[in-house]
DNA sequence: ATAGGGTTAG
């Protein structure tokens, strides 16, 4: 190779392209090419690795001042190779803008410039970051057409994108078809598995495949905590330790588990991990770690850090949200959200349905009013099932029956279990019989099996004395069909799981247990 | 230059 002047210029400025923070570095950079001639020395191939300058920039603000830059040089390129095409593509997905990934995918073939096998695996992430299976489809037979199925990172691409969409059979397929895998297309499919409810098959391809990595074992863990099978996932959580270091996604999902399930002692130590491997906590980390001391029964840790967290998102706000909600403390949760929102994060469903439980608890009715009116027309959060089962639940516990019936009659859409069971609850409380035989008829209706309505029913009757219909209801749920799911919770106290069921007196020491539960109850009634 | 796993609610 001849060094030339111009050879050494041409990798010296390569080299701070890489280096590049901001779009104005590369904007200067741009610039010296244009004014040294370098640019058209090999105008495709340089162009193209201002492209990628461009999409290794932290976006700001927004993507789309660096993408309206990307496309105005992609455009001053006159006749496009592939590999600018593909590095316009690529620019595309990495900065979220999918559909013009497509679109830029169409025009490169209808100009006939070949894609070739770095193609494929950005448009198809292009389709999963749509979700558009159709459009996945079409690149799947172009891909097959031109023979690129065979390569690894495509046939990859697709397992991945089958998966996601759960299409189990069709990532099954191209997984069974491939003739070589690696570690992962059995992540991806053992994903695919996860998302279509299989944890079994996915067991089965995790005991089987010949390698393991961390993202083999953490797609596990959080499969099965996904699925509710928590002592599964802590369990493997730990299996992982012995063989693996966990990466923070693993820890994310073991929290999950251990917050779903109140497993205290091993959510501390996974807390007490991070702090001594000191491992970054990110707004993924400190979303578990509020929630698991959240539901844990330690909102002041949760607080703690929430507070000290560095890196928070809407999920990190909503388990705050949730867990205050939780724990009653209604007027801070109204503080927690207002500085949400002065914070510049947009809410979500999610947190709706926390403030409005977190109103309900505490007994918050205008606040709750005026948030819920405020959802739609301030936030544009839209109103669903769930938010107008927690405005039926308030107004119900606060004795406002009317106005929760007005509102149900209102509903743009026709009312759910959790609506009518809302609703039922207050009438409970407040021993409105005529009602909660209506919202009754409606949960009946709705999910014949809920042994819980007729439970209601019955102690409403006993409550007002309606002896006669009490006997209706009791021969009701002696003719069957009327699943009694008894309640039951779990409390972990020095390491040793303390489980109850309704009704039951197994726990050795039930009745001290009862003991203060009486005196609890009597407390509640005596005026504060 | 290319492929895979994460948190909140229900």
Same mark, same amino acid.
């Given at each position: 190779?001849?060094?030339?002047?111009?050879?050494?210029?041409?990798?010296?400025?390569?080299?701070?392209?890489?280096?590049?923070?901001?779009?104005?570095?590369?904007?200067?950079?741009?610039?010296?090419?244009?004014?040294?001639?370098?640019?058209?020395?090999?105008?495709?191939?340089?162009?193209?690795?201002?492209?990628?300058?461009?999409?290794?920039?932290?976006?700001? @603000?927004?993507?789309?001042?660096?993408?309206?830059?990307?496309?105005?040089? !992609?455009?001053?390129?006159?006749?496009?190779?592939?590999?600018?095409?593909?590095?316009?593509?690529?620019?595309?997905?990495?900065?979220? @803008?999918?559909?013009?990934?497509?679109?830029?995918?169409?025009?490169?073939?209808? %100009?006939?410039?070949?894609?070739?096998?770095?193609?494929?695996?950005?448009?198809?992430?292009?389709?999963?970051?749509? =979700?558009?299976?159709?459009?996945?489809?079409?690149?799947?037979?172009?891909?097959?057409?031109? =023979?690129?199925?065979?390569?690894?990172?495509?046939?990859?691409?697709?397992?991945?994108?089958?998966? %996601?969409?759960?299409?189990?059979?069709?990532?099954?397929?191209?997984?069974?078809?491939?003739?070589?895998?690696?570690?992962? @297309?059995?992540?991806?499919?053992?994903?695919?598995?996860?998302?279509?409810?299989?944890?079994?098959?996915?067991?089965?391809?995790?005991?089987?495949?010949? !390698?393991?990595?961390?993202?083999?074992?953490?797609?596990?863990?959080?499969?099965?905590?996904?699925?509710?099978?928590?002592?599964?996932?802590?369990?493997?959580?730990?299996?992982?330790?012995?063989?693996?270091?966990? *990466?923070?996604?693993?820890?994310?999902?073991?929290? @999950?588990?251990?917050?779903?399930?109140?497993?205290?002692?091993?959510?501390?130590?996974?807390?007490?991990?991070?702090?001594?491997?000191?491992?970054?906590?990110?707004?993924?980390?400190?979303?578990?770690?509020? *929630?698991?001391?959240?539901?844990?029964?330690?909102?002041?840790?949760?607080?703690?850090?929430?507070?000290?967290?560095?890196?928070?998102?809407?999920?990190?706000?909503?388990?705050?949200?949730?867990?205050?909600?939780?724990? =009653?403390?209604?007027?801070?949760?109204?503080?927690?959200?207002?500085?949400?929102?002065?914070?510049?994060?947009?809410?979500?469903?999610?947190?709706?349905?926390?403030?409005?439980?977190?109103?309900?608890?505490?007994?918050?009715?205008?606040?709750?009013?005026?948030?819920?009116?405020?959802?739609?027309?301030?936030?544009?959060?839209?109103?669903?099932?769930?938010?107008? #089962?927690?405005?039926?639940?308030?107004?119900?516990?606060?004795?406002?029956?009317?106005?929760?019936?007005?509102?149900?009659?209102?509903?743009?859409?026709?009312?759910?279990?959790?609506?009518?069971?809302?609703?039922? #609850? #207050?009438?409970?409380?407040?021993?409105?019989?005529?009602?909660?035989?209506?919202?009754?008829?409606?949960?009946?209706?709705?999910?014949?099996?809920?042994?819980?309505?007729?439970?209601?029913?019955?102690?409403?009757?006993?409550?007002?004395?309606?002896?006669?219909?009490?006997?209706?209801?009791?021969?009701?749920?002696?003719?069957?069909?009327?699943?009694?799911?008894?309640?039951?919770?779990?409390?972990?106290?020095?390491?040793?799981?303390?489980? !109850?069921?309704?009704?039951?007196?197994?726990?050795?020491?039930?009745?001290?247990?009862?003991?203060?539960?009486?005196?609890?109850?009597?407390?509640?009634?005596?005026?504060?």
């Amino acid at each position: 190779m001849v060094i030339t002047d111009q050879l050494i210029a041409y990798k010296t400025i390569n080299n701070l392209l890489k280096q590049c923070k901001t779009i104005k570095q590369i904007h200067q950079l741009h610039a010296h090419f244009i004014t040294t001639g370098l640019l058209s020395l090999n105008p495709c191939h340089n162009q193209s690795k201002i492209l990628i300058a461009v999409t290794t920039i932290k976006p700001t @603000s927004s993507s789309t001042n660096l993408l309206s830059y990307a496309v105005s040089v !992609f455009n001053s390129i006159p006749n496009p190779s592939t590999f600018c095409f593909n590095t316009i593509i690529r620019a595309h997905t990495l900065l979220s @803008s999918p559909l013009n990934a497509l679109l830029f995918f169409s025009q490169m073939r209808s %100009v006939s410039v070949p894609p070739d096998f770095h193609s494929f695996p950005f448009v198809l992430k292009a389709c999963s970051q749509l =979700g558009s299976l159709s459009s996945a489809q079409t690149i799947h037979s172009q891909a097959l057409k031109i =023979g690129f199925v065979s390569d690894l990172f495509v046939s990859n691409s697709l397992i991945h994108i089958y998966s %996601v969409s759960h299409r189990l059979r069709d990532a099954l397929y191209m997984f069974d078809e491939s003739s070589h895998r690696d570690v992962v @297309s059995y992540n991806a499919l053992i994903d695919g598995c996860v998302k279509s409810g299989d944890v079994a098959k996915a067991r089965e391809l995790f005991d089987k495949m010949p !390698f393991r990595d961390s993202v083999s074992w953490g797609t596990l863990v959080s499969g099965y905590a996904k699925s509710g099978l928590c002592k599964e996932a802590i369990q493997l959580f730990h299996e992982m330790e012995l063989n693996i270091r966990p *990466d923070n996604i693993a820890l994310v999902s073991a929290l @999950s588990a251990c917050a779903q399930l109140g497993e205290l002692e091993c959510g501390k130590r996974i807390h007490d991990y991070i702090q001594e491997s000191r491992i970054r906590v990110d707004s993924f980390l400190s979303t578990g770690l509020v *929630d698991f001391y959240a539901k844990c029964g330690y909102i002041e840790i949760a607080i703690e850090i929430f507070e000290s967290s560095q890196d928070k998102n809407l999920c990190t706000w909503n388990a705050m949200l949730v867990g205050l909600a939780m724990h =009653g403390h209604g007027q801070l949760l109204l503080d927690y959200f207002s500085r949400m929102i002065n914070a510049g994060v947009e809410p979500d469903g999610v947190t709706f349905l926390g403030v409005l439980a977190g109103c309900s608890h505490a007994g918050l009715v205008d606040e709750a009013r005026k948030l819920f009116d405020k959802m739609e027309s301030v936030y544009g959060v839209s109103r669903e099932l769930k938010h107008y #089962g927690c405005m039926a639940d308030l107004l119900g516990r606060a004795d406002l029956i009317k106005e929760a019936m007005d509102m149900i009659n209102k509903m743009p859409m026709s009312g759910d279990v959790s609506v009518w069971s809302g609703l039922l #609850g #207050g009438c409970r409380i407040h021993g409105n019989v005529e009602i909660a035989v209506q919202a009754a008829d409606h949960v009946m209706e709705l999910k014949p099996e809920d042994g819980g309505v007729y439970k209601m029913m019955a102690d409403l009757y006993a409550d007002a004395e309606r002896w006669e219909d009490v006997v209706k209801i009791r021969t009701c749920m002696d003719a069957g069909k009327v699943k009694k799911i008894a309640g039951c919770s779990l409390i972990q106290l020095n390491g040793v799981m303390h489980e !109850f069921v309704a009704g039951d007196d197994l726990h050795p020491q039930t009745d001290d247990i009862y003991v203060v539960l009486n005196a609890i109850g009597k407390h509640q009634n005596e005026p504060c």
